[in-house]
């Protein structure tokens, strides 16, 4: 991985599928025409099933696409109806409000009717003393005027002082005529201002009488949207439900095809999320990124490599299934810098571990020459994570560190872990976009990443991501 980085990894793997497919032919025509022709079954079949599979996708995708506006259709719906429902509530409000006010204009007018009832009471009690006080005095007029000249004069002093109490009375009499007319006068009026009064108390009662049929009828057309309301989300509800199902069967037909693919004979996608789950836990890498570089280097584990070393003093290797000799499978000769070859570096890991050099899978040489026919690059990538033996002692320590125990790069666990503190190291833990494809390009090219030639390595890594975020988000119900 990190000795080939200015190598077009396209191209690296497109022809390791090719030396795939060519060995895979070449050991079934050596064992025999009848292994050939089971396996060119084995595959025919395989690939049919890959085309059911991919044609259930896109018709489950077709079917969720469809949903989805349905689901979109219902929300445009509901908040629709949810704003009808809040400008029916606003003219509730200011119907009940209008209501208040005719209410409190009633009851103004009714305590002014009242309180011309009292005064009316007064008036009347006023006018009845005063009609009492004019009888007496007329009676006294009548009196005086029955009285002969010998009466008047034994009774009085003087005949002056006894017209003085005749015109004295009199006068009272006309002041008390002159105030019943007054009170007449200011009952009349108070009389037809209860009619004006008792006439608004009426108007205003009809108002309210018709407000609150308004109010009656703005209420039932909110009953009703918010009964549309209602069935309304229930069925985006249940459209919900069914874009949910359908998710989870396109993940499960994902999860197929990726076997299919080679993502892993044991390994599906949900399992292959699980360690990256944890080795996320333990480097606070994005489990998506780390899936889809793992997807990159091996197929999380199932492509680790073709090639056996054959021979330590020169790094040739030998094919696994067809026994070809391969130059170049491990480079025997020191990096400049680096104490060990990755020959060198690969006997010490394999010791360490326990681990048959000999028997122990790595990458072959892809066979990628220069323009003037020159062998460029190397093989020896090891494990899942598709780690150069002499990177992998750069980086064994801290991994082992984390995970508590010796690192093994051929342990899945181990490589996710690894692949993660390496993204981690190259600054992807700030989950943006760019940081986690420069982190990539990186782990893919080391110090070439910004080369032109590298970066269709980070374009796909995060395309691929981006999907497999939408699956751990179906897996983790979000």
Request: net charge negative; with cysteine.
């Amino acid at each position: 991985m990190f000795s080939l980085i200015n190598i077009n990894k396209n191209l690296k793997n497109l022809i390791n599928l090719g030396l795939v497919f060519v060995l895979l032919v070449g050991s079934f025509v050596y064992i025999g025409g009848d292994s050939a022709q089971a396996t060119q079954h084995d595959e025919s079949q395989t690939d049919e099933e890959k085309r059911e599979l991919q044609l259930r996708l896109q018709k489950e995708m077709e079917e969720l696409r469809q949903i989805e506006e349905q689901i979109n259709q219902y929300k445009q719906e509901s908040s629709g109806y949810d704003r009808d429902i809040a400008i029916l509530e606003q003219e509730i409000r200011a119907i009940e409000i209008k209501i208040q006010i005719n209410q409190l204009t009633i009851n103004e007018t009714d305590f002014a009717i009242q309180q011309n009832r009292n005064t009316i009471e007064l008036l009347e009690q006023k006018t009845e003393k005063q009609r009492e006080l004019l009888g007496k005095l007329i009676l006294s007029i009548y009196k005086l005027d029955d009285t002969s000249s010998l009466e008047i004069i034994l009774t009085s002093d003087t005949l002056s002082e006894f017209f003085n109490d005749v015109n004295h009375i009199k006068t009272l009499q006309a002041s008390l005529n002159d105030t019943l007319e007054q009170i007449k006068l200011i009952k009349q009026d108070l009389e037809r201002e209860q009619v004006a009064f008792e006439a608004k108390i009426q108007t205003h009662a009809g108002i309210i009488n018709s407000q609150s049929v308004q109010r009656a009828t703005l209420d039932q057309k909110t009953l009703e949207k918010e009964e549309l309301l209602e069935a309304s989300r229930t069925r985006e509800y249940e459209q919900w439900i069914l874009a949910q199902n359908k998710q989870k069967t396109i993940q499960e037909i994902r999860s197929q095809l990726f076997r299919l693919e080679g993502a892993g004979i044991d390994l599906s996608f949900g399992e292959a999320y699980e360690y990256a789950k944890v080795a996320s836990s333990l480097t606070g890498i994005r489990p998506a990124l780390l899936l889809s570089i793992l997807k990159q280097e091996s197929s999380w584990g199932k492509n680790v490599g073709l090639c056996f070393l054959y021979n330590k003093d020169n790094g040739y290797g030998i094919g696994v299934n067809t026994g070809t000799i391969y130059p170049r499978t491990l480079r025997a000769s020191q990096r400049p810098g680096q104490a060990l070859s990755d020959v060198e570096a690969f006997l010490q890991i394999t010791q360490e571990l326990g681990r048959d050099p000999y028997a122990t899978r790595v990458s072959c040489w892809p066979q990628i020459y220069l323009s003037d026919g020159t062998p460029y690059g190397f093989g020896g990538a090891m494990g899942p994570a598709q780690f150069i033996p002499t990177t992998w002692l750069i980086y064994r320590g801290p991994v082992s560190d984390i995970l508590g125990y010796s690192a093994d790069p051929w342990r899945i666990s181990d490589a996710f872990t690894a692949s993660a503190y390496l993204l981690a190291r190259n600054g992807a833990t700030t989950h943006t976009y760019s940081a986690e494809r420069k982190a990539a390009l990186i782990y893919y090219a080391g110090g070439n990443w910004a080369a032109s030639v590298n970066q269709f390595y980070g374009n796909q890594v995060m395309e691929r991501a981006a999907q497999y975020q939408k699956d751990i988000d179906i897996l983790e119900g979000n």
